[in-house]
Structures are given as structure tokens and as C-alpha cells.
């Protein structure tokens, strides 16, 4: 083999290793923006609100808008809402937050395998409402039941037709 032949083969080997590396490093770099854009999103903040009627609003504030409704489901005993963030992260000083106002007794939050969730735990199961506002969640809780909420139910009677 000539001189001539031997700098082509290194240089041809350079220019495949070259290749080699350029294309790991495009996948590499492609893969971490992708991945920076699916975890985009962090919960920063958990507050609440009292509202007339005994009843609870909880905004949960995220770093960016909130696009689908995250999914939610009960657990009646002990009474607790969760609701899951899929794809976001955990940026709030305390996991978890007192409330002690009508049915509210806390909130919670855990991050785990690339989502987060957020427990409501309450005194009793009641009904609740997601709305979505921007950078936020909001979870109103409705007033907790009563014996005079019972007692002021409407009861159709069924007295007995006399066909006469």
C-alpha cells in the first residue's frame, strides 16, 4: 500500500467517525430538548380560599398554561380527591399544605415517574368542580352535608288514590 492509499483509508476513517459522533450528538441533543419540553411544567404554588356557603376553592399554580384537565378520582374513605399532572414536576417549598377550612383538611403533593399528584384530603367526600384558568387549576369543594340539608329534602308522599 502506497502512502497515498494509506492517508485516504485514515482520512476515510476519520470522516466515518466524524459522522458517527455528529449524528450521536444530534440524537443526544434532540432527545434533551424533547425531554426539557415534556417535563416543562412544575407546580409551583397550592393555595386556598374560603368561600361563601362553607364552601372551599384550591388553586394549584403551575409554570406554564395549563392545556388538558388533569385526571381526577376519589377515594371515599379516608374522603380524598386526587389529581394527576402528567409530565411536571415538584417546585413547591412544602409537600404539604394545612387548610382546616370547611371540608379541607390538606393538601398533598408527590412527584414520582415523570407526574405529580395533588391529594385533597377532606373531612368528608363532597362534590367538586376543575376549572382552568391560565397557569392554573382551580378545585372548588363543595359545603359539607348537615342534618338540616337532609331534612330539607323534598318527599313526594304517595297517598293512597280514592277512586270514587
Known amino acids: 500500500m502506497t502512502s497515498l492509499g494509506s492517508t485516504r483509508l485514515i482520512y476515510h ?16 441533543t434532540i432527545f434533551l430538548l424533547f ?15 374560603s368561600l361563601p356557603g362553607d364552601k372551599v376553592q384550591i388553586m394549584i399554580g403551575l409554570s406554564e398554561p395549563v392545556v ?15 389529581l ?7 417546585s413547591l417549598p412544602d409537600k404539604t399544605v394545612d387548610i382546616g377550612v370547611g ?14 399528584r395533588i391529594v385533597l384530603n377532606l373531612v368528608e367526600q363532597v362534590p367538586y ?6 397557569n392554573s387549576v382551580v378545585v372548588t369543594l363543595g359545603a359539607k352535608s348537615s342534618i338540616d340539608d337532609v331534612a330539607n329534602i323534598p318527599v313526594v308522599s304517595g297517598a293512597p288514590i280514592n277512586p270514587s
Not at 379541607?104 to 407526574?115: D, L, N, P, T
Open 84 to 90: 394527576d399532572f402528567p409530565n411536571t414536576s415538584l
Open 35 to 49: 425531554s426539557n419540553q415534556l417535563q416543562a411544567a412544575s407546580v409551583n404554588d397550592i393555595s386556598y380560599s
Open 13 to 28: 476513517a476519520a470522516i466515518g467517525l466524524v459522522m458517527r459522533l455528529w449524528k450521536s450528538f444530534s440524537i443526544f
Open 103 to 116: 371540608v379541607a383538611h390538606s393538601v398533598s403533593a408527590v412527584e414520582a415517574q415523570g407526574r405529580s
Open 68 to 82: 388538558t384537565e388533569p385526571m381526577s378520582f376519589t377515594i371515599d374513605n379516608p374522603a380524598r380527591i386526587a
Open 129 to 134: 368542580d376543575i376549572s382552568m384558568s391560565g
